[in-house]
């Protein structure tokens, strides 16, 4: 199957999945890197076919191609159920945007101060795509777009890399919130009597 076709059969699956939970929220196709997107400014829903074929083949359990675009998209329209409180958070948003590209990484990673905001970003995200989730789920229940097992399996698969690149730096937050504290720690005197303590 060409890659022109390929991409055509995945938009019109997307598609499909959105009538079928009555829903009007426009697609369209872009090269992102991230497999299926939701932009809550433009209201739209992207998918990275490319990318998306690859994620599919990184599930440990196995589902079929369709009914994982199918997950995704009620996924991302849960996030587009959510989207006033996507909205609401973009001012924070843009400024953690705009700090980090203040600081690179590797300068932010030696600062808590700087690192937090990295911290901040992980749990915005992170109760974003539980938000999601939680609406997608509702989704499914009434409208039976997919199995429930298939839903828990996506769904797992989805969370754990938001949760392992949170956990990861979770580790350099913690070694530097340790670190700080040890400066705050005042130094213990011991007075010398000349005396040996009993």
């Known amino acids: 199957m060409s890659k022109r076709i390929e991409k055509k059969r995945i938009r019109k699956l997307i598609e499909n999945t959105i009538k079928t939970v009555q829903m009007k929220v426009p697609t369209g196709i872009q090269r992102t890197g991230v497999n299926m997107s939701y932009d ?9 076919c490319e990318r998306v074929t690859k994620a599919h083949s990184e599930m440990k359990a196995p589902v079929l191609l369709e009914e994982y675009i199918k997950t995704l998209t009620i996924h991302e329209l849960g996030h587009a159920i959510d989207r006033d409180s996507l909205l ?7 400024e953690i945007a705009k700090l980090k590209r203040k600081h690179a990484f590797i ?8 690192f937090s905001v990295d ?5 915005m995200d992170i109760e974003f795509e539980k938000t999601a989730w939680n609406n997608a789920r509702l989704l499914n229940k009434k409208y039976h ?10 769904e797992a698969h989805s969370m754990s890399s938001y949760m392992n690149f949170y956990e990861k730096d979770l580790i350099t937050y913690k070694r530097l919130v340790a670190a700080e504290r040890m400066k705050e ?3 213990e ?3 010398i009597t000349g005396q040996i303590p009993v």
């Open 40 to 48: 809550y400014i433009e209201d739209r829903v992207y998918v990275d």
């Open 88 to 94: 609401s958070s973009m001012n924070r948003m843009i």
């Open 107 to 114: 300068e932010r990673r030696e600062k808590l101060e700087l």
């Open 119 to 123: 911290i901040e970003a992980h749990e």
């Open 145 to 154: 777009v997919v199995s429930e097992e298939v839903f828990d399996q996506i």
């Open 185 to 187: 720690r005042p130094i």
């Open 189 to 191: 005197t011991i007075e």
